[in-house]
């Protein structure tokens, strides 16, 4: 039992701020190296071939493929994650567009029904038959016709 135990007073403070800036150096690596696959793989300007010949160079000479690529490609970088990002907003946006304005939805076509029939204008068999197709998803939401029972709103 010769060894030699080393206690956290035995270690330099110095030596505490390299191995933090180490650790701090190796992640901000890793990110990088996800950081540049993930833009490979993005780049609709790439045929198969390159994005692969890139992939095996990041993979197999991981600094030097790193470098590289951030020397030869690293510029448009991030032109191309903004680019994805607007193209991710326009995309969400018009879903909430198209989700606000689908129509009206089945209660309000029901209460609309409702109204119609209360004025006289369909009767108590249409009513029920387009209150069926409201309530099946089948009947028309926002035509003037009565959900497919022939008689328009008058």
């Not at 020397?71 to 191309?80: D, K, L, V, Y």
Request: aromatic share 12%.
């Amino acid at each position: 039992m010769s060894a030699r135990t080393y206690l956290a007073y035995d270690y330099p403070l110095l030596g505490a701020f390299w191995t933090m800036l180490m650790i701090f150096l190796w992640i901000m690596w890793i990110v990088l190296l996800f950081r540049i696959v993930t833009d490979i793989f993005r780049d609709d300007g790439l045929s198969g071939w390159a994005k692969a010949g890139w992939l095996v160079f990041c993979v197999l000479l991981p600094f030097l493929g790193v470098f590289v690529y951030v020397i030869a490609r690293g510029r448009n970088m991030g032109h191309r994650e903004r680019a994805q990002a607007r193209a991710q907003q326009e995309e969400f946006n018009a879903y909430i567009r198209k989700a606000a304005a689908g129509g009206s939805s089945s209660v309000d076509e029901l209460a609309r029904l409702s109204e119609i029939r209360d004025r006289g204008a369909i009767t108590d068999e249409e009513f029920r038959r387009a209150k069926d197709l409201v309530l099946s998803g089948h009947g028309p939401a926002g035509r003037a016709d009565t959900a497919g029972t022939g008689v328009s709103a008058r």
